[in-house]
C-alpha cells in the first residue's frame, strides 16, 4: 500500500493551501487516514485524522477550526485542507494510513507517504 502526498508549497501566514494524498495498492477504504506534521528539530506530530468512511474526524488542538481533513474512498484520495496559516504551521506535512481511528499516535499507522513541505511566510 502506498501513499503519494503533495501540494506543499510557500504561502504567507494567513493564506490557505490544500494537501492532497493519493493512496494505491490496496484497498483505501480499509484504512483510517491521518496527516501529521514535523518541523525541523521536533518530534513527528498527529494533525488530523478520518475514520474509513469519512464519516468522522478528529484534530489537534493547534489546527481545530482552521484545518479540515477530507477523503474520497472512490478517488482513494485524501486532502488537508489548511486555512489561516500560521508561522508554527510550517512543516513537512506526511499522509498515513492506519487501522484505529481512536489514537493519534504515529505507532498506530502503518503506511507513511513520503512527506510534503508547507513553508509560511510572514
Known amino acids: 500500500f502506498q501513499l503519494q502526498a503533495f501540494g506543499g508549497v510557500l504561502v504567507q501566514a494567513g493564506g490557505s493551501l490544500r494537501l492532497s494524498c493519493a493512496a494505491s495498492?490496496?484497498?483505501?477504504?480499509?484504512?483510517?487516514m491521518g496527516w501529521f506534521r514535523q518541523a525541523p528539530g521536533k518530534e513527528r506530530e498527529f494533525v488530523a485524522r478520518?475514520?474509513?468512511?469519512?464519516?468522522?474526524?478528529y484534530y489537534a488542538d493547534s489546527v481545530k477550526d482552521r484545518f479540515t481533513i477530507s477523503r474520497d474512498n472512490a478517488k482513494n484520495m485524501v486532502w488537508l485542507q489548511m486555512n489561516r496559516l500560521k508561522l508554527e504551521d510550517m512543516a513537512v506535512y506526511y499522509c498515513?494510513?492506519?487501522?484505529?481511528?481512536?489514537?493519534?499516535?504515529?505507532?498506530?499507522?502503518?503506511?507513511w507517504g513520503q512527506g510534503t513541505q508547507v513553508t509560511v511566510s510572514s
Open positions: 478520518i475514520n474509513r468512511s469519512g464519516g468522522s474526524t
Open positions: 498515513a494510513a492506519g487501522s484505529t481511528y481512536y489514537s493519534g499516535s504515529p505507532l498506530w499507522y502503518d503506511y
Open positions: 495498492g490496496g484497498i483505501f477504504s480499509d484504512y483510517v
